[in-house]
């Protein structure tokens, strides 16, 4: 397999049973997805039996519960910097800066024309900017939340309600983020960069052809 360095991609062109692959996720931005994943289920699981009564009574130890729901965060927070740290931050950079992006074909794509998209289409680039910003809002309440029962001048009177709407919003991006990356047939081959790090060059014409055209311009694709 020849590998190669792309703007924006840490390898590569290869075949796999004689299907191209293109490098599209680095194992920087895996690292990153998944820490944020894995806390994101664990602390939505958790809330979620802390906040309705039918499942806070079928799985009792709420102090447990509320235990696991702060130490996840604060583990969540700590693994999110190490990957900060350790990992490949000229790369996390440039692909905030590319899903920071709107160009006429996003805006297009978004009006529901078949325009071609770069490495994240429009979509993508809204549901990274909403999951960021989520993050942020779910850590500024939840330790609003924690800090006022210890010290009631940081009380917030609506911060308890701000962190279930945030739940609400967060639980509907999660149903179509899993709809589209493990059921709809036409998208789901995306989880194989963000386990594997490729995709098939075929599959990325069609769903991302902005994108190969710009790894073929700059000679990655060889």
């Not at 994943?37 to 499942?55: E, R, W």
């Not at 794509?109 to 960021?132: D, S, V």
């Not at 779910?138 to 006022?148: D, K, N, P, R, S």
Request: overall charge positive; aromatic content about 10%.
């Amino acid at each position: 397999m020849a590998t190669t360095r792309t703007p924006g991609s840490a390898a590569l062109t290869g075949t796999t049973a004689d299907v191209p692959r293109l490098a599209r996720f680095s194992r920087t931005e895996r690292a990153l997805h998944w820490a944020h994943a894995s806390a994101f289920l664990v602390l939505f699981a958790s809330g979620l039996c802390l906040y309705l009564p039918s499942l806070a009574q079928l799985v009792g130890r709420r102090p447990l519960l509320k235990d696991v729901h702060v130490y996840t965060a604060l583990a969540w927070l700590a693994a999110l910097a190490l990957v900060l740290l350790a990992g490949d931050r000229r790369r996390l950079l440039a692909t905030a800066r590319e899903v920071d992006r709107f160009d006429d074909d996003d805006i297009a794509w978004l009006r529901g024309r078949r325009t071609p998209q770069a490495r994240f289409n429009a979509g993508q680039k809204i549901n990274a900017i909403l999951t960021a910003a989520l993050a942020v809002l779910f850590a500024v309440t939840g330790f609003f939340l924690w800090y006022g029962e210890r010290n009631h001048a940081f009380r917030l009177q609506n911060a308890l309600l701000v962190h279930d709407w945030l739940m609400y919003l967060s639980f509907f991006l999660l149903l179509g983020h899993l709809y589209l990356s493990l059921i709809h047939p036409s998208t789901r081959h995306s989880l194989n960069a963000i386990t594997r790090g490729w995709v098939r060059k075929d599959w990325a014409e069609r769903h991302h052809r902005k994108w190969v055209e710009e790894l073929d311009d700059n000679g990655d694709i060889r």
